[in-house]
């Protein structure tokens, strides 16, 4: 059974009982001391604001190449849709919609669901349709896998960093940022303290 008023410390496995913090307070297991979870008080607009960033970076990352490189004075330069289609191309249906779907769709949608999800909750309106955009970001949140391309990209990189002159694009820093922006918010974030600011704004009204 799930009780929302009991929270487990992950460090000694004692069971607390949870209390409504004021902003910028932290609960603490009474057993350890260790930190439970924090006032997440203008959680929305943290998450507004970054998201929208995230969005914006996001264009930035998908319309300027990631990398130019110079072999031997042939250069070319590379964007993330352009390497996918190429794989398309050469025959890789597959990889290359599987690519599309977690490089493209999915990090897309998971920034426009919590931008969407943070502006209906800062206005307080749409109820319904942010507790959908939430189930959705709870589904997509695994398949965003731009961080695992922006390190294989980096291995690359080291591989023919020896004969060629890599310049890295604009799109190469806007991915880096947004990369961190999605672990901050994401990763960084539990799905369950999202729905807590979901009740916040919408049943305490
Ligand atoms: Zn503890």
Same mark, same amino acid.
């Given at each position: 059974?799930?009780?929302?008023?009991?929270?487990?410390?992950?460090?000694?496995?004692?069971? $607390?009982?949870?209390?409504?913090?004021?902003?910028?307070?932290?609960?603490?297991?009474?057993?350890?001391?260790?930190?439970?979870?924090?006032?997440?008080? &203008?959680?929305?607009?943290?998450?507004?604001?970054?998201? =929208?960033?995230? =969005?914006?970076?996001?264009?930035?990352? $998908?319309?300027?190449? !990631?990398?130019?490189?110079?072999?031997? &004075?042939?250069?070319?330069?590379?964007?993330?849709?352009?390497?996918? %289609?190429?794989?398309?191309?050469? &025959?890789?249906? +597959?990889?290359?919609?599987?690519?599309?779907?977690?490089?493209?769709?999915?990090?897309?949608?998971?920034?426009?669901?919590?931008?969407? +999800?943070? =502006?209906?909750?800062?206005?307080?309106?749409?109820?319904?349709?942010?507790?959908?955009?939430?189930?959705?970001?709870?589904?997509?949140?695994?398949?965003?896998?731009?961080?695992?391309? +922006?390190?294989?990209?980096?291995?690359?990189?080291?591989?023919?960093?020896?004969?060629? *002159?890599?310049?890295?694009?604009?799109?190469?820093?806007?991915?880096? %940022?947004?990369?961190?922006?999605?672990?901050?918010?994401?990763?960084?974030?539990?799905?369950?303290?999202?729905?807590? !600011?979901?009740? *916040?704004?919408?049943?305490?009204?």
């Amino acid at each position: 059974m799930y009780r929302r008023d009991l929270i487990i410390c992950d460090r000694c496995q004692s069971i $607390n009982k949870r209390l409504p913090l004021a902003a910028k307070e932290e609960a603490r297991c009474a057993e350890c001391g260790a930190m439970l979870y924090s006032s997440d008080v &203008g959680l929305e607009y943290k998450i507004l604001s970054w998201s =929208l960033t995230a =969005l914006v970076l996001f264009v930035l990352a $998908n319309i300027y190449p !990631v990398i130019s490189i110079d072999i031997a &004075g042939m250069s070319g330069s590379l964007t993330i849709l352009e390497a996918i %289609s190429r794989l398309y191309d050469e &025959g890789f249906l +597959f990889v290359s919609f599987f690519a599309l779907l977690v490089l493209v769709v999915f990090p897309f949608l998971l920034m426009s669901f919590l931008f969407a +999800f943070s =502006l209906f909750a800062v206005a307080g309106i749409e109820k319904e349709a942010a507790k959908t955009l939430l189930l959705g970001v709870s589904v997509i949140r695994r398949w965003s896998m731009l961080d695992i391309f +922006f390190i294989s990209v980096l291995v690359a990189m080291i591989k023919i960093y020896e004969y060629a *002159r890599i310049e890295f694009g604009v799109a190469f820093w806007a991915l880096a %940022s947004f990369i961190v922006l999605e672990i901050l918010l994401v990763r960084m974030v539990p799905v369950g303290q999202l729905w807590d !600011v979901w009740e *916040r704004r919408y049943h305490a009204a």
